[in-house]
């Protein structure tokens, strides 16, 4: 059975991709594994914006840390003014997901049989994930815009 919101085929559909990305989470705070942390939880939270966001907050956060992480190298100024911008942003607009989330899935990530080809294999599924969401790409680096000029 296949999860009906990333496509990953797994015994158990969303319940046990939620599963297996909590168990993934768990070994990630092995400390090697922090530095790609954030992408994954991006990634995975945007492949399930249907159990994993609360509109449309989540989703504009997500999507701004992913292109944060890709776009500008997981810059510390942006990242440390999206707080404060997503509190005071009103009216966002509710960014649709697409149909298609990616090519990847956790699965490909669980695949990784050490740690450098963990970090990869979560680098190019943050990666996927974003292109996924190409549709709302001028959106967000609007956005990353106004948090960098708002420092």
Not at 5 to 23: H, I, P, W, Y
Not at 58 to 75: F, T
């Amino acid at each position: 059975m296949a999860c009906d919101e990333c496509g990953a085929v797994l015994d158990g559909g969303v319940e046990a991709c939620n599963a297996l990305s909590f168990d993934m989470m768990a070994r990630s705070l092995d400390a090697r594994r922090l530095v790609v942390r954030r992408t994954f939880v991006d990634a995975y939270t945007l492949q399930h914006p249907r159990t994993k966001c609360d509109w449309p907050k989540d989703v504009a956060r997500h999507l701004l840390e992913l292109c944060c992480a890709i776009e500008y190298k997981g810059s510390l100024d942006i990242y440390s003014g999206m707080k404060m911008w997503l509190h005071h942003a009103h009216n966002l607009p509710e960014l649709q997901p697409p149909e298609m989330r990616g090519s990847m899935t956790i699965l490909d990530v669980a695949a990784a049989d050490d740690l450098e080809n963990y970090i990869e294999a979560v680098r190019k599924w943050g990666v996927c994930v974003w292109e996924a969401w190409h549709a709302h790409h001028e959106t967000v680096r609007i956005w990353i815009d106004e948090i960098s000029g708002s420092r």
